[in-house]
Structure formats: C-alpha cells, structure tokens
C-alpha cells in the first residue's frame, strides 16, 4: 500500500515536471522566436514602457512591498510556516506535499527560463535583476503554487465554506499584487506573467493529482466499502484527518 502510493506520486511529479516544462518552452519559444515582431509581442513590450513613464513614489514603494511577498525568503518562510503546523498535527503527507510542490515549481521555472533565455523588458528596473530570464515570472508561479496548495489543503481539512473561499481569493488576490508589481518593477511582461500563472497553476493540479486526490480516495473508500447506510460528512471528515 505505502509502495503503491510512493510510486504513484514519483510518477505523478516526473510526469508534472516533463509535461508543463515541454508544454512552457514550446510556448516560450514560439512567442519570441516565431512571432517575435508580431503586433502581440509589440503590445507585451509597449504595457511595460508604459508603465515605467508613469511611476510614483507611492507605487514604487507598494510595488517593492508586493514583490518581495513573492521573493524567494518569502515563499520559502511561509511554506515553511505552513508545513510546521502540519508537522506539530503529524500530518507528514501534507508537509511533503508542500514541500514537493515548491521544489517542483523551481525545477520547472529554472528549467523553462534557462532555456527560453528571453530577455527582460528594455526599460529601467527597480531592484536586482535576477539571473533568470524574463519568461515565465517566477514569483508569480511561486506565489499560485504555494498559496494555491494552501487552499487545496484548507479545503481537505476542513468543511467551513468561507476559510476555503478567503483561501482562495487571497490565492487570486496575492497573484494579481505580485503579478502587477513585478511588471511595474520593470522585471517582466505581461505575456511573462501569464506564463508565470499557468506554471503556477499547473503545479497546484500535479501536487493535486499526487497528494490531494489520493487523500480523499483513501478517505472515502473505507466508508463505502464498509456497505453501510450513508454517513454524514462529518465522518468523511474524520476519516480525511485520520488519512493525512
């Protein structure tokens, strides 16, 4: 049984990270090697030096503050964060879950900016310019991937409607400050955050498919198999806790 999980969460995660890392270069490539002087790519760069005519001295200051929610000592601490309270509730699943997930969303945005090499926007950036390439944005990917999990797990955890919808709103709401924020900054386009937010994304569906759904499954599945008459959801509940 434990053999069986292992080896189809090692499936899960190789497969994640080949599929989107494939399916984001081929994106990446096409956008500045095939349609480079297209009029979309003219419109992605001409949002940024529009943006970097009309900056304030208070929206450099917010831009600072919401990009650093995204930077990596940041991910890294509430992730941590996160995991630690799940480690105090012995609830190993979910802090290796949290932990692949970030792992992987590093693995595939190293692997997609190296090798899509596109530049940053040709305008003044605010800060320090990462070696990384433009596409896709990794903070933005970082922030959806974690803060996405989060709320994937909020939903396993509990059935109080309105802590998975705050969740989730705060998933969209941190993505759209951080997104903003780093094109403001200078440091991406808008089609690099787009790309940042589907990498994101993608990798909240594989920690999904590797650690969420068989936690349900191997939830529900003694409940029903026990051929008794329907339980309430507070059994299914427990029976979620028992199985993270």
Known sequence: MIDTRRDRVFREIVTGYVVVSVALIGIGMFLTRVIE????????????????????????????????????????????????????????????????????????????????GRARPDVAHLGSVPSTGSFPSGHIAATIALYGTIALLVRLVTPNRLARGVAWIWTALAAAMVGWARMYR?????????????????????????FGRPILESAVRPVEDQRTPPVSTHTIRRSTDEAV
Not at 40 to 65: K, P, Q, Y
Not at 86 to 107: D, P, Q, S, T
Not at 187 to 207: E, K, N, R, W, Y
């Open 37 to 116: 002087h297209s009029a979309l790519m003219a419109w992605d760069g001409r949002v940024i030096r529009d943006l970097s005519m009309h900056r304030t001295a208070g929206l450099i200051h917010w831009s600072s503050r919401w990009s650093f929610m995204a930077d990596a000592p940041s991910i890294v601490a509430v992730g941590a964060s996160v995991a630690l309270v799940c480690a105090f509730r012995r609830r190993w699943l979910l802090v290796l879950w949290i932990a692949a997930v970030l792992a992987l969303e590093l693995g595939v945005f190293l692997t997609v900016s190296y090798t899509v």
């Open 186 to 210: 200078g440091m991406h386009h808008p089609l690099d955050v787009a790309a940042g937010a589907l990498l994101g994304t993608a990798i909240c569906v594989v920690g999904w498919r590797a």
